[in-house]
């Protein structure tokens, strides 16, 4: 395969750059563009301090340090260095420059990953977790992403694949010397296995929900009649977290969602103003917007100015989260005036009552207690890595259920156990789809394309 080689840290000025290459020239390219201090033998994991060259006149570009490591044990198996330099964007392009005219070629995005997928050092499963591990929003998906990267799932998926070649290796068995009439109990065999089999993967298909979680933030909204302190409270929430928070386009026009992590929990909060916005457009949230968002959301927080007593709206408001997860907050608690504290509407509304104040910012933290406990995501088993963040990985799964219950029909309804084989193969190959193994190049394509460059 080519040398190839890009600029791994992020576009932009930086204390530092790195310049990488990988393949079988690398250390010859790096060669005509390098020269150490140390002249002395390359060795792995070590790094030579000197400097970077322009190869055709001999021009200093940069000092640099350079990490050797020799095939196979480097990220992609093969020979590989890392060229630390000063982080400018002249110098880091004028090192790349080097490094392509003495023989490299540029890496498209993801293929330093790719290469250590094809050469067989990580499995399809952990490519994709190196990009979540990157894009990660929160320090739970961090870990869970980790964990996929470390091979968790992997392990999971290849271990149900294997049980699954046991049964097909029983079926060819059966069909091979059919004199022995062990086709009965290949059948029984085979069918308590599927059964066995079929436990684990909906495991792991129900496993997605809370993968999706992890993945995308728990959907909340705040919702309220004009007035309460929607706004308020999400400037609160978000003014406390301001750090963390990464705006996301929303599907309308009029919704920004905003990422944040309360208590190690991602929440996608739902802008519902544009609550900000409409407020400087005189433009209220009106009830049918707020079924709307109750409809959308996994969390609602539902706050009402307590200064005022129960009007028609919040009345329809409380009726809206009945079924939902949602945390009853009764704001402006700093004017000292609470009507509906022992309001019965609200107390026998089940859900947890917070009284708050938006403005002094008081109360908010209790907010977050009901959160977590809601939640208590940290019940998610993420130390045992064995449930699915990915839809890719999701819909395979559900395939390969189909596959394994029409198996399962089959045999019920006596069919022969050639027909039965048919699915249990498919069933293989959809599981293989998750590690790579039964994929296609254009998959294979559209996944490394989500990479950065350099990774
Ligand atoms: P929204 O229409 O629900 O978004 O409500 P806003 O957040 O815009 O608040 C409406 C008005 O109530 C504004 O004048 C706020 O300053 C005021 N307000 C909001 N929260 C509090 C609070 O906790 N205490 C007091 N005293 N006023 C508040």
């Keep these: 395969m080519s040398t190839i080689a890009a600029i791994s840290t992020a576009p932009g000025i930086g204390g530092i750059g790195i310049i990488r290459m990988s393949g079988e020239e690398c250390f010859e390219v790096l060669n005509k563009i390098f020269i150490p201090k140390n002249k002395g033998k390359i060795e792995s994991y070590k790094i030579k301090y000197g400097k970077i060259v322009n190869s055709e006149n001999g021009e200093e570009i ?39 005219k003495n023989g490299a070629v540029l890496a498209e995005p993801g293929e330093f990953t790719k290469r ?22 929160s320090s739970i998906e961090a870990k869970a ?57 909906k495991k792991l298909e129900n496993s997605f929900d809370d993968g999706k979680i992890i993945r995308e933030g728990i959907k909340t909204a705040i919702i309220g009649t004009p007035n309460a302190g929607k706004s308020s409270l999400l400037n609160a929430i978000l003014d406390e977290e301001r ?28 802008d519902t103003a544009g609550i900000r916005k409409a407020k400087d457009e005189v433009e209220k949230i009106g009830i049918e917007k707020s079924k709307e968002y109750v409809r959308n959301s996994d969390l609602i927080i539902a706050i009402f100015d307590a200064t005022k007593e129960l009007q028609q709206d ?8 009945k079924n939902k997860n949602a945390i009853i907050v009764l704001n402006k608690e700093d004017l000292n005036q609470n009507r509906l504290n022992k309001e019965e509407k609200i107390l026998k509304s089940g859900k947890k009552v917070i009284s708050i104040s938006a403005l002094k910012k008081t109360g908010i933290e209790e907010i977050y207690d009901e959160v977590a406990r809601l939640f208590n995501i940290n019940k998610i088993e993420i130390e045992d890595g064995e449930f699915i963040t990915n839809i890719r990985h999701k819909n395979s799964i559900t395939n390969a259920i189909k596959k394994l219950e029409k198996a399962e029909k089959t045999m019920l309804d006596n069919m022969p156990i050639d027909i039965i084989s048919i699915d249990i193969k498919e069933a293989l190959e959809e599981l293989g789809k998750i590690t790579g193994d039964s994929v296609s190049e254009d998959i294979i394509k559209e996944i490394f394309k989500k990479f950065c460059l350099g990774k």
Excluded: W
């Excluded at 750090?243 to 909060?269: C, N, S, Y």
């Design 62 to 100: 940069d000092e640099v340090l350079v990490s050797y490591f020799i095939a196979p044990k480097s990220y992609t198996t093969e020979n590989m260095c890392e060229i630390n330099s000063h982080g400018g964007i002249v110098v880091m392009n004028k090192i790349l420059e080097q490094c392509l």
């Design 116 to 137: 250590a997928f094809l050469n067989g050092r990580i499995d399809l499963l952990q490519a994709e977790a190196v990009i979540d591990v990157i894009n990660a929003k």
């Design 145 to 201: 992403s980790v964990n996929q990267l470390r091979g968790t799932l992997s392990q999971k998926i290849n271990s149900i694949k294997q049980k699954i070649i046991d049964i097909m290796v029983d079926i060819e068995a059966s069909i091979d010397y059919p004199e022995y009439d062990v086709e009965e109990v290949t059948n029984e065999k085979a069918r308590a296995s599927i059964e066995d089999i079929l436990n684990d993967l």
């Design 243 to 270: 750090a963390i928070v990464t705006d996301i386009e929303g599907t309308t026009r009029d919704t920004i969602e905003e990422f944040i992590t309360i208590r190690g929990i991602p929440l996608k909060l739902i």
């Design 314 to 321: 919040d009345i329809e408001i409380l009726e809206m989260i």
